[in-house]
């Protein structure tokens, strides 16, 4: 399969480097000199156990239109570039190509489809960790499976996508309702992300301490009840156990949120606690909890991004 990763920062070289055994794989970031380094030395990823592997893709460049159109195009911009990302890589998606999005939070989807037909459009959840090293090296810090579907699109082309992903060493499955595990996975964010990005804190804190514990609790709650108004059916205890259990789990980590204000980069705050406010506000559900936080994020990110 002819396969484009457009992002190839942490998760896209982690993807672009895995499926580049297996398939044809150009990879295409803004980032020249991270590109240079994989055109020099193919992408470095040190893997859980230790060892580091080199993957070598196909073709790697900061020039989409040297691609052409690709079978499948997977997305690992931020959300607030996807749109002018698409914009720009135009020439690599053709009628036929399918767009996967395993990225964060909610929202993406609609800035993909400000591009691409939405019958073309794959999303899902990955569970697997990489964080940026250094150019042309990543950390892959922990794996997991990658869940697949579509919301207009044809069913098939998320068994595709999944297959591809399979044949490439990924534990991977399509699903008829991703929207249940895009909200699933968003309740572990909403208790991580934004708490542990405020308090320069470790993932576990969230957990072991009873204040964060007590705020990430009522976040999680609000989000099940706007999840659960727009037709999905969680168990709010049991989602609060396994949102407790990701902050244990991945105790030492520093959020993916907690980084980028460490970098003074935009958050994802939008997409996350923010696709809580937005949807309850649809759905006519109040989200106290999640609206603070979020304007807490907002007015820390202001500083540093002058806007
Ligand atoms: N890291 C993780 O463990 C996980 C991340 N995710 C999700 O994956 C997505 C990507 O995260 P991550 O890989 O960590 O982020 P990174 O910032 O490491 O990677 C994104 C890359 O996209 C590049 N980029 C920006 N604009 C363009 C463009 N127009 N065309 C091509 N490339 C562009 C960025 O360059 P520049 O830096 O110069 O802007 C960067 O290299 C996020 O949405 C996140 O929520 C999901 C699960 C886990
Ligand atoms: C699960 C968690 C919280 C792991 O750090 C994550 O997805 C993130 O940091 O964005």
Redo the contacts with the bound molecule.
């Keep these: 399969m002819k396969i484009g990763l457009l992002g190839c920062g942490a998760m896209g070289s982690l993807y672009g480097g895995y499926l580049s055994k297996v398939h044809e794989v150009y990879v295409c970031d803004v980032w020249k000199e991270h590109i240079e380094a994989i055109r020099a030395n193919g992408i470095r990823l040190d893997e859980p156990e230790g060892e580091t592997a080199v993957f070598t893709p196909k073709y790697a460049t900061t020039d989409p239109s040297e691609i052409g159109p690709v079978d499948l195009l997977i997305v690992f911009v931020k959300y607030m570039l996807l749109e002018d990302a698409l914009k720009n890589a135009k020439t690599m998606i053709g009628k036929d190509t399918i767009v996967l999005s395993l990225q964060?939070g909610i929202g993406n989807y609609d800035e993909i489809a400000k591009v691409v037909p939405e019958e073309q459009i794959c999303c899902g959840t990955t569970a697997h960790?990489c964080t940026f090293l250094e150019p042309g090296h990543v950390r892959h810090t922990g794996r997991g499976i990658t869940n697949v579907g579509t919301l207009k699109g044809p069913y098939a082309n998320a068994e595709k996508v999944a297959d591809a992903l399979r044949q490439a060493g990924f534990e991977a499955a399509a699903h008829e309702n991703v929207m249940q595990l895009i909200w699933h996975k968003l309740f572990?964010?909403i208790a991580?992300?934004a708490i542990t990005a405020l308090l320069d804190q470790t993932?576990a804190t969230v957990a072991e301490n009873p204040y964060e514990h007590t705020l990430a609790e009522n976040m999680v709650r609000e989000a099940v009840a706007v999840a659960n108004a727009t037709g999905c059916h969680f168990d709010v205890e049991a989602e609060l156990k396994n949102a407790f259990d990701?902050a244990i789990a991945?105790g030492t980590?520093r959020?993916?949120?907690l980084q980028d204000v460490t970098r003074q980069r935009e958050t994802e705050i939008k997409i996350i606690n923010g696709a809580v406010v937005k949807t309850g506000k649809e759905a006519g559900i109040p989200t106290p909890y999640n609206e603070v936080i979020c304007q807490l994020i907002q007015a820390k990110q202001s500083f540093y991004l002058k806007k």
Excluded: E, F, K, P
Aim: net charge neutral.
């Design positions: 964060n960790g572990a964010n991580i992300n993932n990701v991945t980590n959020s993916s949120m």
